[in-house]
C-alpha cells in the first residue's frame, strides 16, 4: 500500500505500465465536473468511479474487508475525511467465501491491523496484497477510484 499527498501522485507512475496514463488522467480530471458512476477512461484497462456517499461505520466498513485481483485501486479523497482499515493479505487468514472473478473481490473474516486517516488531497494505492476497509466515518466524503488492470 502507498500513502501520499495528490501533489506526489507522479512520483509512483513507473510502478505499473499503466500508472503514467492513469495518473495523467487523474491529475487533468475536473473532479467537480466529473459524474457520479463509473467513467471508463481506457477500456477495461483504466477506469474510474466518482463516489459521493455518505461514510459508514468502523463494523460495516470491516464487514466488508476486502481485496481485489485484477485490479489495482488508486483511492483519493476530493472532500471529506475517510478513516481506512488495512491488513496484509499474506496475514489474512479466514476468506469468506470465494473470490468473485466478476465483481474483482475477495472479502475476508480478518480485522485489520491498522486504521489511518485519509484526508483530501491525499491518495492511497492497493495493490493485490493490500485488504481494506475503507469509507469509515461520520458525514459526507467525495472521492474517485481509480481501478487500474494489473
Not at 27 to 43: Q, S, V
Not at 53 to 68: G, M, N, P, R
Not at 107 to 123: G, M, N, Q
Amino acid at each position: 500500500m502507498i500513502l501520499d499527498s495528490i501533489n506526489r501522485l507522479q512520483a509512483y507512475s513507473t510502478l505499473h505500465p499503466r500508472f503514467a496514463k492513469a495518473m495523467e488522467w487523474i491529475a487533468e480530471a475536473n473532479y467537480n465536473e466529473l459524474p457520479t458512476g463509473e467513467i471508463k477512461w481506457d477500456g477495461d484497462d483504466i477506469r474510474a468511479i466518482v463516489i459521493h456517499d455518505q461514510l459508514v461505520s468502523e463494523k460495516d466498513s470491516t464487514d466488508y474487508f476486502e481485496c481485489h485481483n485484477t485490479y489495482i485501486d488508486i483511492q483519493i479523497v476530493y472532500e471529506g475525511t475517510e478513516r481506512v482499515g488495512w491488513k496484509s493479505r499474506t496475514n489474512c487468514l479466514l476468506p469468506r467465501g470465494e473470490y468473485n472473478t466478476e465483481k474483482d473481490v475477495l472479502f475476508y473474516e480478518d480485522k485489520p491491523e491498522l486504521f489511518f486517516e485519509l484526508k483530501p488531497a491525499h491518495f492511497t494505492i492497493y495493490f493485490p496484497d493490500d485488504v481494506h476497509a475503507p469509507m469509515i466515518g461520520d458525514g459526507a466524503i467525495k472521492k474517485m477510484v481509480v481501478k487500474v488492470r494489473v
